[in-house]
């Protein structure tokens, strides 16, 4: 079965810089589409951002050019670099992946992906 497992959250100022990681397994990364989302107490999941097979990305408007998302397929891993963080982006941050064929993928809907880890939480005070 399709095991994702989130890591690298924590605690950090505003300003600073994580990296979160997500490691696959029963997955190929290569040949899906996968995605961070988070969601933070109160307010509804929402896409942060999202990597094609070909390893097209794609960003909310709120990330503005901070954080960047990239895989590792050798790892089978994926990864969202977060700089520049602020107290807006405090929330549990989900890896998903989605099913073959990717859907629509590239529109940040939580409901495109099947695949969800347990989350890693970010918080920035």
């Known amino acids: 079965h399709v095991q994702l497992v989130e890591s690298g959250g924590g605690s950090v100022q505003a300003g600073g810089s994580l990296r979160l990681s997500c490691a696959a397994s029963g997955y190929t990364a290569s040949r899906g589409c996968m995605g961070w989302f988070r969601q933070a107490p109160g307010k509804e999941r929402e896409g942060v951002a999202a990597?094609?097979?070909?390893?097209?990305?794609r960003y909310a408007d709120f990330v503005n050019g901070r954080f960047t998302i990239s895989k590792d397929n050798a790892k089978n891993t994926l990864y969202l670099q977060m700089n520049s963080l602020n107290s807006g982006d405090t929330a549990m941050y989900y890896c998903a992946a989605a099913q073959l064929g990717c859907g629509n993928w590239y529109l940040l809907r939580p409901n495109d992906y099947h695949y969800w880890g347990q989350g890693t939480q970010v918080t920035v005070s």
């Open positions: 990597i094609g097979l070909s390893g097209v990305t």
